[in-house]
């Protein structure tokens, strides 16, 4: 960003972790704080993760497959397998939901890798925002949002596989059963806190993992983007060990795209297990 030079080094960090947000109309903020740089990427971001599944579907051809569609075979079948390896149920909905949630993370962490001050500027300049970020696995927000849409998935194939009644009993008489009868009620309040502290676990877990990874993946490329400002050694080291970091981040880009995967299908699957 053109005035970076004139910032502090915590002012340079906190104008980069800021938000564009905005409270809800009527409300006083707080809770009702919209991060819409995270809802207008995450929208951008889904529609060209969707779009990119839809254009390598268009260009699959039969026969003998190139190089790309090769590729992308390959990677289904990687997918398939391992939700195969998971799941054993009879829905064919699972696998198409892996695929879709590993792309779309994969989509939103590889955000991380635009370079900070390039990125900042645009938004400033071209945008008109000073406050914008670009990585939506950065905000914890996001991460929740998934974790919880996979929450209320699993309540739904919980609820589908075992009925209504079973899954409330299920929460009631699982892990320490209903028996003998004189000490039932105290048997239901510690099968329910067991359920309670397992049910909250799931999102709370799901989500904070890919959030921390991301976030502390944003905050060491600003802290690298820094060395530039000490001058001409500082912007070739800074830029020395900002590849190295971005070469190491590729990594973790995809393995948090695909834990998040895994996870979501090994959530689904619980559902169909049963006591």
Known sequence: MAESAALTPTEYIGHHLTFLAKPVRGTEGGFWTVHWDTVTMTIILGVLSLG???????KATPGVPGRRQAFVEVFIAFVNNQVKDVYHGESKVVAPIALTTFV?????????????????????????????RGVPTADVNTTFALALSVFAMMI????????????LYELVATPFGLKPLWASPLLVA???????????????????RLY???????????LLGMWAATGVAGVVLG?????????FHILIVVLQAYIFMMLTVVYIAMAHEHH
């Open 52 to 58: 990119f599944i839809w254009l390598v579907i268009r």
């Open 104 to 132: 779309l993370v994969l989509f939103m962490n590889a955000m991380d890798f635009m370079p900070v001050d390039i990125m900042s500027w645009i938004y400033e300049h071209v945008l008109g925002q000073h406050n914008f």
């Open 156 to 167: 739904f194939a919980n609820i589908k596989v075992k009925g209504l009644g079973g899954w």
């Open 190 to 208: 510690f099968n329910l806190l067991f359920q309670a502290v397992e049910y909250v676990s799931k999102p709370l877990s799901h989500s904070l």
């Open 212 to 222: 921390g990874n991301m976030y502390a993946g944003e905050i060491i490329f600003i």
């Open 239 to 247: 830029a020395i060990l900002n590849l190295g970091w971005s070469i």
